[in-house]
């Protein structure tokens, strides 16, 4: 069986469980047509990505913990954040007009910094980001959807491709926890569907996460490292996971 194959069918039960919570391993091998060794197989690596807990046939989704809002979380490991930021900044050219910006705690302080370029395009769902450009000089064109204030962002379920004939030049994307997994991630189905779109309409993508997100989990893959440009974070990441990454996409470390 392709590896991608197996990925696809993972997917589908985090989502399933997403929705759902519980849900037997009769019911997988009924709806996924595959055999009962096949889904103890997906739940035992869904449980050591700390995704699922096995329970007497059942798969049990494990709730994150709660995160705080951005504007709590912003203080949290501020050093380890400003460090990325400043390297993140380099990679913005005076030519590049659009920059897409996700939601999250370390692109807000990136949105902050943003204020000593000429005039940009700047695209996101984050009220964060938005708020600390509020003052610039540049043109802010927000996603919309519905807000959800634990991120202060927006989200559009809807299925609608907001900006359709827009095209970023560079797009900063922030992850929840990474680890264990193949890529950067996120805890909300919509909000991995907004990346996803953001990372086909950009031509650079780079990712931003201070070496603490990898010593948790998340719900949603949103893309292998391979699909970034680049990844930036602090050098205090396991030897072994800086050796994956980097054989995948380019890494910096600060």
Not at 65 to 79: A, F, I, M, Y
Not at 118 to 137: D, R
Not at 138 to 147: S, V
Request: charged residues 25%.
């Amino acid at each position: 069986m392709k590896a991608t194959e197996i990925l696809n069918r993972r997917k589908q039960i985090s989502e399933m469980l997403y929705d759902k919570e519980i849900i037997t391993v009769a019911e997988l091998v009924k709806q996924l047509n595959v055999s009962d060794e096949t889904i103890r197989k997906d739940l035992s690596y869904l449980e050591e990505e700390g995704i699922i807990e096995k329970k007497h046939g059942k798969a049990v989704l494990i709730r994150e913990r709660k995160l705080e809002p951005v504007l709590q979380r912003t203080p949290v490991n501020l050093e380890k954040k400003n460090a990325v930021v400043c390297k993140a900044l380099s990679f913005i050219n005076e030519s590049d007009l659009s920059i897409g910006l996700d939601q999250g705690s370390t692109v807000a302080l990136l949105a902050n910094q943003l204020k000593i370029f000429q005039q940009k395009q700047i695209f996101t769902g984050s009220l964060a980001a938005i708020l600390e450009l509020v003052n610039s000089n540049h043109t802010i064109h927000c996603f919309g959807g519905q807000y959800y204030s634990e991120d202060m962002a927006f989200r559009n379920d809807l299925g609608k491709e907001m900006y359709p004939d827009i095209h970023f030049d560079i797009c900063f994307f922030g992850s929840s926890g990474v680890k264990n997994r193949q890529g950067f991630c996120t805890s909300s189905l919509v909000d991995a569907e907004a990346k996803r779109m953001m990372l086909r309409k950009s031509t650079m993508n780079i990712v931003l996460l201070d070496d603490t997100k990898f010593q948790s989990s998340s719900l949603v893959q949103v893309a292998p490292w391979r699909d970034v440009d680049v990844v930036i974070t602090n050098s205090f990441i396991p030897r072994e996971v800086a050796a994956f990454i980097s054989n995948s996409t380019k890494l910096i470390l600060v």
